[in-house]
């Protein structure tokens, strides 16, 4: 924690931090276009079986010249039960007959049909080519579909868990440019793709990049920004996220080709790699590993870009030494994942962290699904879905700094549930009434993850944050995935899923009591100062605005009273400080006088 006096030298929130924004914010936009890009890559076109009498090109057929589409469609196809044409089998032989019908009949169960064995014929008004049409992912093989994205979300489970360990090991910078380049040859290269099997592979491998590039920005930026700037960069961060939903709807729509698709979302990270070779590697985690030299001018660069003067002069490898002393003494013990469940202290909070973010992706992606039913413009529902998330995160930064971090995230969470379990009772006839619930309800989870995200780098050491963050992920991605599975259970109660949707979030935001307050706190740098954060929150003897005066009657109940550094108490000021010190004040007195009581006695 006593990086953040070496960080107040160098400028906490200057032209560097600018800068590096500047690079991250535009690679996030052009990174959630992968995650979804099944969403059209993948759309699944109006189909039916190709019938040579309707589809064949030669003309030889007398028919084709004499009758119309319509009436060849008829004699080919069967209807299913909304009377509409069969998408997955046909006729054996053209049935003459049901041109002379003036009705309608089932003919499937009065003339032999077949499957497709000669493939399919697919609407191409809105795509004219996705994987569906290429590799014919419909019928008894739609199922395929799913294939790919429970690769994505493996790859990024697997990337989660793995980039994490590698981060705190080799750096967040080394390991973000190498996902960066991964991303856009895999992704480039699934444009391309000869066969199905390779599509998948190369998605797993993108998802695995993906994930790796959405921890490693956010670390890199937040372990060089002040405190109390901590949830600005974050919403920041994860509003970029948004506006790259609103950005997919609008290429989708203008390259609806599903490998210009690809290659225009994937070139972008040719240059990102190029460009991030003038990234910063954070100099906490270089400290805190023991490279204080390399540490050292990383600040000094800091500084420079800042403006700062003179910072070759007043920072040096005796002042790092000095200023870190503590937290160079405890990373000498080495830090492992089971350090994260070892210490009493770090294991609830891993714990709940871990809850939490299972608990709102549930019901995050289970709207989303529900949200794609609302209608047929998948371009117009994306855009949608942006905009609002956007808009709900832009809030979250309000409520973090006013509010603090646990109560935003009550509330957050609480609306998420809530606005689910509405929408349960709300009849289906009531259609724009159902789309606002259900927007609320993604608004609200996508705030939530921002204000669980700035939590959480603010309860997570430096030494531990990078791999708690994979496993924080990897319970987001099991939650991803069991999402759509829940619906299975409407074969038991038709809103049985939505209730369970509803619910999650509610029990998690009952479940953020049990973690501290963390708001303008500075970053734990090791597991000691995880165990010191709560009681420095508690803390009486604190600074009244930076100094004892005689206007803060409170300061002055306790003789005893001596103030330590205001870097490390930012924020405990004013009307919550005093109702601490009052707090802290009646439980002195009363133990004092318990004690005396048994000492008489």
């Known amino acids: 924690m006593a990086f953040e006096e070496l960080l107040s030298q160098v400028g906490g929130l200057g032209r560097f931090q600018i800068l590096h924004l500047v690079f991250i914010l535009p690679s996030l936009m052009v990174l959630i276009p992968h995650i979804l890009l099944e969403n059209f890559a993948a759309a699944i076109p109006g189909h039916r079986c190709w019938v040579h009498i309707l589809d064949n090109n030669t003309g030889s057929d007398n028919e084709t010249g004499i009758l119309s589409e319509d009436a060849l469609l008829r004699i080919s196809i069967p209807l299913d039960s909304n ?61 395929l579909k799913s294939v790919v994205q429970f690769l994505l979300l493996t790859g990024m489970l697997v990337g989660g868990i793995i980039g994490g360990h590698f981060s705190d090991r080799f750096g967040r910078r080394l390991i973000l440019r190498w996902c960066f380049l991964q991303l856009a040859i895999t992704d480039t290269c699934a444009a391309f793709a000869p066969t199905f099997p390779v599509y998948c592979v190369l998605r797993f491998l993108a998802g695995f990049s993906s994930m790796i590039i959405i921890s490693n920005n956010s670390l890199l930026i937040t372990e060089w920004i002040r405190p109390n700037s901590k ?53 906490r985690w270089l400290i805190i590993t023991k490279k204080l030299d ?27 030494r000095s200023t870190m002393q503590e937290e160079l003494d405890a990373a000498q013990t080495k830090t492992t994942v089971c350090d994260l469940f070892r210490n009493p202290s770090m294991r609830k909070r891993i714990c709940i962290l871990v809850f939490l973010r299972f608990a709102n992706t549930i019901p995050f992606y289970g709207t989303m699904v529900n949200l794609q039913h609302v209608g047929s413009n998948i371009f117009l529902l994306q855009v949608l879905y942006g905009a609002v998330a956007l808009i709900v995160r832009c809030l979250a930064l309000l409520t973090l700094n006013h509010m603090g971090r646990r ?47 700035v939590h959480f780098i603010e309860l997570i050491p430096t030494v531990l944050r990078a791999r708690a963050s994979g496993i924080d992920l990897m319970a987001s991605r099991i939650g991803a995935a069991l999402a759509p599975l829940l619906m299975t259970l409407t074969v038991f109660y038709t809103t049985l899923p939505w209730i369970i949707y509803g619910t999650f979030p509610i029990i998690g935001g009952l479940v953020v009591f049990l973690l ?47 103030p330590i550094s205001a870097s490390k108490v930012a924020g405990i000021t004013g009307t919550h400080h005093h109702v601490r010190l009052i707090f802290v004040f009646l439980y002195r007195q009363g133990f ?10």
Request: aromatic content about 10%; overall charge negative.
């Open 83 to 143: 009377q509409r044409p069969e998408k997955c089998r046909r006729f054996v032989h053209p049935q003459w007959q049901l041109l002379h019908l003036n009705g309608t009949i089932h003919s499937t169960s009065e003339a032999d049909t077949e499957p497709c064995v000669d493939g399919w014929v697919y609407d191409q008004s809105y795509f004219p080519s996705t994987i569906v049409t290429k590799w014919d992912l419909v019928c008894d093989y739609q199922s």
């Open 231 to 283: 949830a600005l960069v974050v919403i920041l961060s994860s509003g970029a996220l948004s506006i790259g939903q609103i950005i997919l709807g609008g290429l989708a729509y203008v390259f609806r080709d599903w490998q210009t698709l690809h290659v225009v979302v994937s070139v972008p990270f040719f240059v990102f790699f190029l460009l991030s070779r003038w990234l910063v590697e954070s100099a």
């Open 294 to 320: 390399e540490g050292l001018k990383a600040l000094r660069k800091v500084a420079h870009t800042n403006g700062i003067k003179n910072a070759e002069e007043t920072l040096n490898i005796e002042v790092v």
């Open 407 to 453: 109560i935003s995230q009550i509330l957050f969470m609480f609306l998420v549930g809530l606005s689910i379990l509405a929408n349960t009772f709300v009849p289906k006839e009531l259609q724009i009434l159902r789309v606002a619930l259900a927007c609320l309800g993604i608004g609200c989870s996508s705030a939530t993850f921002s204000s669980v995200a």
């Open 516 to 562: 501290p307050e963390t708001k303008n706190l500075p970053l734990p740098d090791t597991i000691k100062d995880v165990e010191n954060q709560w009681s420095l929150a508690l803390s009486p003897r604190l600074e009244c605005h930076g100094a004892i005066s005689a206007h803060c009657n409170f300061c002055l109940l306790d003789s005893n009273y001596s």
């Open 592 to 601: 004092t006088m318990l004690i005396r009581l048994v000492l008489n006695s």
